[in-house]
């Protein structure tokens, strides 16, 4: 049986339409990120440090030359997003939305945002299906206007932090971008879209999950958070995205207590989350950030392979992951969900799993409290027994990931032992080690 539900779809870039008027303009004239009007076409490009180059030193990941932070990035985000605002690119002032820290333990965070429910008919959503391939037919990033998109965020060649004003749009080696959300839930909202031109499916690999990890680094700073959702935990457009937002207050996931469960070789920590109204996972720490992307973004493919509906939170400047399975979709599809909590029109995605209840009903945003949160995030998270199932699911692949790892980092230094006619007696040491990838405690 195929699972549905019916949602009214956010709207995140100007050229998004129903998809029956959707094709009639096929790009062209409207200045988008398609070959009708790429030719010639130049955005500011940002170049980043690359992994290998960063280490986690004291609980954050600095530079092995030591050279002091850069903030550059968060600057250069605000300042254009500002810009999309004075040109009038968004559909409504954010600022002025309402917003309230709900009294109790973890202070939930509630938003009246009444611009987000537009009066357009629900669309139906697959939610049992967390892969699917990707749909040309369909609204994708490459028909967004090219003044939606700040700046292209690529890794320097260099190992130094650059800044191109107007770097030309390479179309065979398809960069990163961000863009804005015209549809924003907080200050500074945008897409971060990993190689747009190759039009990759809404699921994780290792390469985008890293590049989502140095946006977070490489901006600095801690009320900037990075989120995904999966297909069928409310992601809506089948097209390769992560999303960021500023917000100046703790979100409550990041104030809630952690048990670790085990540690990794390469020094990331895996918790479970406690005393939280949705079950997961927090990963930190690593012997470099590739390390715990790498950890992450295995637990995700794990889940993606498994059809488990996910979202994760980015947060701590990088230095904590949140993964959270999850099956509000699924109930909802099978009625399970109570018509009180569907009134609400609340879709429990990454950012109000975290805690940043988007309401469209003022009625809800003045009622709101945190019994309120706590009974409709209650019922998006896995049963402790389906989460201890799901977690050794994913310990075996991030198992699986580090003896991948080693033996690669085998046959290099066999290799070049063999080219230098030497003995390599590091490669055998790591031959011999045979202990287990996890070290549980």
């Known amino acids: 049986m195929m699972l549905k539900i019916k949602r009214v779809p956010t709207v995140v870039s100007n050229y998004q339409k129903e998809e029956a008027e959707e094709g009639a303009a096929a790009g062209c004239g409207r200045n988008c990120l398609r070959s009708c009007c790429l030719p010639g076409s130049k955005l500011p490009l940002y170049a980043f440090k690359k992994a ?18 850069v903030e550059f990035l968060d600057a250069l985000l605000l300042g254009e997003w500002e810009d999309r605002v004075q040109r009038g690119l968004f559909r409504y002032d954010v600022t002025a939305c309402e917003t309230k820290v709900i009294p109790g333990k973890y202070g939930f965070i509630a938003q009246l945002n ?13 939610v ?14 490459t028909k967004v206007g090219q003044e939606e998109v700040l700046f292209q965020f690529e890794p320097s060649e260099n190992n130094h932090v650059q800044f191109f004003p107007n770097a030309p749009i390479d179309l065979e080696n398809s960069p990163s971008v961000v863009a804005i959300n015209v549809s924003p839930i907080e200050y500074g909202h945008v897409l971060l879209i990993p190689r747009i031109f190759e039009c990759l499916p809404q699921r994780i690999d290792r390469e985008s999950f890293l590049l989502a990890l140095h946006m977070a680094v490489e901006a600095g700073n801690p009320y900037f958070r990075l989120g995904y959702n999966s297909l069928g935990a409310f992601a809506t457009i089948n097209h390769l995205h992560f999303q960021a937002y500023y917000l100046a207050t703790p ?4 104030r809630a207590p952690s048990k670790k469960i085990t540690t990794t070789r390469n020094g990331v920590e895996i918790s479970y989350i406690l005393n939280y109204p949705v079950r997961g996972l927090v990963f930190e720490h690593g012997d470099t950030i590739e390390d715990l992307s790498n950890a992450v973004s295995e637990s995700c493919v794990c889940l993606q392979e498994n059809n488990i509906p996910h979202n994760v939170l980015i947060a701590d400047s990088g230095k904590r ?78 198992s699986c ?27 055998d040491a790591l031959k011999g080690s045979g202990g287990p990838a996890m070290v549980h405690v």
């Not at 290998?52 to 932070?69: A, D, M, R």
């Open 52 to 69: 290998n180059k960063l280490v986690c030193e004291k609980g954050s990941f600095v530079s092995v030359n030591k050279e002091p932070p």
């Open 114 to 126: 009444e611009g987000r429910h537009l009066k357009k008919r629900p669309t139906e959503f697959r």
């Open 128 to 141: 049992d299906k967390v892969l699917q391939p990707f749909d040309e037919t369909k609204f994708n990033f």
């Open 251 to 254: 979100f409550p996931i990041e």
């Open 321 to 398: 992951v949140f993964l959270f399975p999850q099956c509000y979709a699924e109930k909802q599809a099978l009625g399970e969900v109570s018509a009180e909590l569907l009134d609400t029109q609340v879709n429990p995605a990454v950012w109000e799993i975290s805690g940043h209840m988007v309401l469209k009903r003022k009625e809800d945003y003045e009622g709101a409290s945190e019994e309120n949160a706590w009974r409709l995030l209650a019922e998006v998270s896995l049963s402790e027994e389906r989460l201890n199932e799901v977690k050794e699911l994913i310990f075996e692949a991030v």
């Open 401 to 427: 990931c580090n003896n991948a790892e080693e033996n690669k980092v085998v046959a290099e230094v066999a290799a070049t032992s063999e080219d230098l006619g030497e003995a390599c007696e590091d490669g």
